[in-house]
């Protein structure tokens, strides 16, 4: 079976402060992608980073990094020095056998 | 370059009614997938339309039901209501359905409030 668990249900931080949004997922398939979207209050979720499963190379985009570790089917997301706008609801979502699979989600608010 | 367009925006329904959902997808997109959302939850899959057939499901009754156009635009219906059918009603378009993880880009949704 395919899931995806984001333990946190809301976070609250400082402007400025560092956060991490935990992602485990679980799947029996060798294949496959995981994903981040961020959905603001206007309700559309927006591509945050797609990751295969072949792929464990952190990334890093700005403020954002991403860290793969499938020895213990984790995909954690990091908001460096954050900021008001990053306030939103982010999905971890599994991707395999043409199936989305999403978290229940992590609401951040981010106070100024 | 118009991005996933849903219509409408709101709806208010009573139980037992039937509704459709509009979803015109990003341009140059050919596959429409469509997500059920309620309040707190993540997306939940419900199907993805492919040149015009249903390709994929998910653990959704047959009272959901949908249709794909040769323009590549879809609608979702819903049959006979409930009021656990209320939710945000999330259309997701991409290039055509493989195994490389396509990544979805997605509506505004509709938000559906069965009463």
């Known amino acids: 079976a395919q899931k995806v668990t984001q333990a946190q249900t809301e976070i609250s931080v400082v402007e400025k402060e560092d956060v991490t949004l935990d992602c485990v997922y679980e799947?029996?398939?060798?294949?496959?992608?995981l994903f981040w979207y961020k959905q603001p209050p206007s309700g559309e979720l927006v591509f945050l980073i797609r990751r295969n499963s072949f792929d464990e190379q952190n990334e890093i985009s700005g403020r954002y990094s991403w860290n793969f570790q499938k020895s213990t089917s984790s995909f954690n997301f990091t908001i460096t020095a954050s900021q008001v706008v990053d306030s939103a609801v982010y999905f971890c979502?599994?991707?395999?056998?043409?199936?989305?699979?999403f978290g229940s989600g992590t609401k951040l608010n981010v106070k100024p | 370059d118009a991005g996933v367009t849903q219509s409408p925006t709101h709806l208010i329904k009573t139980r037992g009614q039937q509704v459709t959902l509009r979803c015109s997808p990003k341009?140059?997109?050919?596959?429409v997938s469509w997500y059920q959302q309620a309040l707190g939850q993540g997306p939940q899959f419900i199907f993805q339309?492919?040149?015009?057939?249903?390709?994929q499901r998910g653990n959704f009754p047959d009272r959901f039901s949908g249709h794909q156009f040769p323009n590549y635009s879809s609608e979702l219906n819903v049959n006979a209501l409930l009021l656990g059918d209320s939710a945000l009603y999330l259309c997701a378009s991409s290039l055509r359905p493989g195994t490389h993880g396509e990544k979805l880009f997605f509506g505004s949704g509709t938000q559906l409030s069965v009463l």
């Open positions: 979502a599994l991707y395999n056998f043409n199936k989305f699979y």
């Open positions: 339309y492919y040149e015009e057939e249903e390709r």
């Open positions: 799947t029996r398939d060798t294949t496959y992608y």
């Open positions: 341009s140059g997109h050919d596959t």
